[in-house]
């Protein structure tokens, strides 16, 4: 074989290598399960907690619903649909609940290969298990959508924030709560492989856009939280969502707060702005 030739091959060796290997390894790059330990069983029971059992294309999979901590008749005044940041379990959520309103119910949503659900991981099927689990959620509690979707509102941490602004252009939910967002993964990418290997990501989330259609729906409000010391998400990333729409959605940075610290640092405020955003009214 002529050098000129082997020199091309070793360098589309060198130049595919990292192409080929982001393309096979990206959703372990991107997604990190756990399965739930013995211990999330008492925090369920201690909860007075329920499991909602459905099924996606995906298979088997597990959601979870927390009733009010106060007494209460008929629907709950409000159902938190809940989803947690990357690497975190859906019942993860039970560490701060009860730092917030007693009359608050939580619908708290997995993700395919997380804690009990079955399947792999993407937007698309994020998105199912989301609009799914409130499906299952209006038989537990013998209600219809109709009468449900006035309730829901949104909450979602890092990977968790995409979800649930996924569910609420789905469900047409105006009112919710956003902790440490991204702009999107590939934005993301950029951060982490740099250009132009980002533009490979194959799992794209577009808060940009899916917040642009949650917020211009008349009545929307939500509260976005970031940490200044956000080692994962940039914090200009909840500056920029935020300052895209200035009627509908407010930030507060939070100052010392990591990306993993951010729930138990700030949740006296979080639970401030749920009731904002319930309240309604302008900012």
Same mark, same amino acid.
């Given at each position: 074989?002529?050098?000129?030739?082997?020199?091309?091959?070793?360098?589309?060796? $060198?130049?595919?290598?990292?192409?080929?290997?982001?393309?096979? #390894?990206?959703?372990?790059?991107?997604?990190?399960?756990?399965?739930?330990?013995?211990?999330?069983? %008492?925090?369920?029971? /201690?909860?007075?907690?329920?499991?909602?059992?459905?099924? %996606?294309?995906?298979?088997?999979?597990?959601?979870?619903?927390?009733?009010?901590?106060?007494?209460? /008749?008929?629907?709950?005044?409000?159902?938190?649909? #809940?989803?947690?940041?990357?690497?975190?379990?859906?019942?993860?959520?039970?560490?701060?609940?009860?730092?917030?309103?007693?009359?608050?119910?939580?619908?708290?949503?997995?993700?395919?290969?997380?804690?009990? #659900?079955?399947? /792999?991981?993407?937007?698309?099927?994020?998105?199912?298990?989301?609009?799914?689990?409130?499906?299952?959620?209006?038989?537990?509690?013998?209600?219809?959508? @109709?009468?449900?979707?006035?309730?829901?509102?949104?909450?979602?941490?890092?990977?968790?924030?995409?979800?649930?602004?996924?569910?609420?252009?789905?469900?047409?939910?105006?009112?919710?709560?956003?902790?440490?967002?991204?702009?999107?993964?590939?934005?993301?990418?950029?951060?982490?492989?740099?250009?132009?290997? #980002?533009?490979?990501?194959?799992?794209?989330?577009?808060?940009?856009?899916?917040?642009?259609?949650?917020?211009?729906?008349?009545?929307?409000?939500? @509260? $976005?939280?970031?940490?200044?010391?956000?080692?994962?998400?940039?914090?200009?990333?909840?500056?920029?969502?935020?300052?895209?729409?200035?009627?509908?959605?407010?930030?507060? @940075?939070?100052?010392?707060?990591?990306?993993?610290?951010?729930?138990?640092?700030?949740?006296?405020?979080?639970?401030?702005?749920?009731?904002?955003?319930?309240?309604?009214?302008?900012?």
């Amino acid at each position: 074989m002529p050098l000129w030739k082997r020199v091309i091959r070793i360098v589309a060796i $060198i130049v595919l290598s990292p192409v080929v290997l982001l393309l096979g #390894c990206q959703s372990k790059l991107i997604y990190h399960p756990n399965p739930y330990r013995e211990e999330y069983e %008492t925090m369920l029971r /201690t909860a007075k907690g329920a499991r909602l059992r459905f099924s %996606t294309s995906q298979g088997a999979q597990t959601a979870f619903y927390i009733p009010p901590r106060a007494a209460t /008749t008929g629907l709950p005044q409000t159902v938190w649909v #809940c989803f947690a940041g990357n690497g975190s379990l859906a019942l993860d959520w039970l560490n701060h609940t009860d730092d917030w309103d007693a009359r608050y119910a939580y619908l708290l949503v997995d993700y395919p290969s997380y804690g009990d #659900c079955a399947g /792999t991981p993407n937007p698309a099927r994020i998105r199912e298990n989301g609009t799914a689990a409130v499906a299952a959620l209006q038989t537990h509690l013998h209600t219809n959508r @109709e009468e449900l979707l006035p309730h829901l509102a949104f909450l979602g941490h890092s990977l968790g924030s995409a979800a649930a602004l996924m569910l609420a252009d789905d469900l047409d939910l105006r009112r919710g709560v956003l902790l440490s967002p991204f702009t999107s993964m590939t934005e993301m990418g950029r951060i982490v492989l740099g250009w132009p290997l #980002c533009h490979l990501n194959l799992h794209r989330y577009d808060n940009r856009r899916t917040l642009a259609h949650v917020a211009a729906r008349q009545g929307a409000r939500i @509260e $976005i939280f970031h940490g200044t010391d956000d080692e994962v998400i940039p914090t200009r990333m909840g500056r920029e969502l935020a300052a895209a729409h200035p009627q509908a959605v407010a930030l507060h @940075e939070v100052p010392g707060a990591h990306h993993n610290d951010i729930l138990m640092l700030a949740a006296p405020q979080i639970g401030r702005a749920m009731a904002a955003v319930l309240a309604g009214g302008p900012r």
